[in-house]
């Protein structure tokens, strides 16, 4: 049996529309069940339903400071469509850390940095200002901290003298799309485990390949 994905969006829903066509492979673990969105115009909704994908529409605004009350009509979405995993997509809304502590496994999301470097809002700005030669993004398990917990599978991009934040933005989201789905998958497969604050990959062998920026000659 596949297992049941809702996807949480607040906007355009570029990582959610990468979910979505992987989970049309025929042998891919999971199904994307639900998109839900805290913004009734968020165009990933849009995308989502040109997909086939059931949506919904939980308004955050109305709840203001309340965040165990909005969590509570998202739980009963949950339950209701028989939700077993969630995968947040640019969902610009923090939880609990009673909630984030009950899905806590079953949970990911996704940063467009090399965690734990460059944490929070601007990251891509973080990276250039810290010159570095690397960056990349990563999947990670949701725990009550921003941008925390256990590590389950980054991708790495070289960074360019010439970049701007818009164009290592560019070129760190094709890698997103490539590693998101990934993740997922060895999630709903049963192929990942978390053993304190580290996730380990069963299966997964000695890497021999590497990426050195900048190139040398």
């Known amino acids: 049996m596949k297992r049941r994905v809702a996807i949480l969006?607040?906007?355009?829903?570029?990582?959610m529309s990468a979910l979505i066509k992987a989970a049309t492979a025929p042998d891919f673990p999971a199904e994307i069940s639900l998109v839900i969105s805290n913004k009734a115009d968020a165009f990933g909704l849009e995308r989502a339903k040109a997909a086939g994908v059931t949506t919904l529409v939980i308004e955050s605004k109305p709840f203001g400071k309340d965040r165990a009350g909005f969590e509570k009509v998202l739980q009963d979405a949950l339950d209701q469509h028989g939700i077993e995993l969630i995968c947040l997509g640019g969902f610009m809304r923090l939880f609990t850390a009673e909630f984030a502590r009950a899905w806590y496994g079953r949970m990911l999301n996704i940063h467009p940095s090399l965690?734990?470097?460059f944490p929070g809002l601007d990251p891509h700005g973080q990276?250039?200002?810290?010159?570095v030669k690397l960056s990349g993004a990563t999947v990670h398990f949701v725990i009550p901290e921003t941008d925390a917990g256990p590590i389950v599978m980054q991708g790495a991009v070289p960074v360019s003298d010439h970049d701007t934040a818009e164009t290592l933005s560019e070129r760190i989201l094709e890698v997103e799309h490539r590693i998101y789905p990934a993740a997922l998958s060895l999630l709903a497969n049963g192929k990942v485990k978390i053993e304190g604050d580290v996730c380990t990959t069963a299966g997964s062998g000695s890497l021999e390949n590497y990426l050195v920026s900048p190139v040398l000659s």
Do not use: K, V
Request: glycine fraction near 20%.
């Open 9 to 15: 969006i607040s906007g355009r829903g570029s990582n």
């Open 115 to 117: 965690l734990p470097s």
């Open 127 to 131: 990276a250039l200002r810290a010159g």
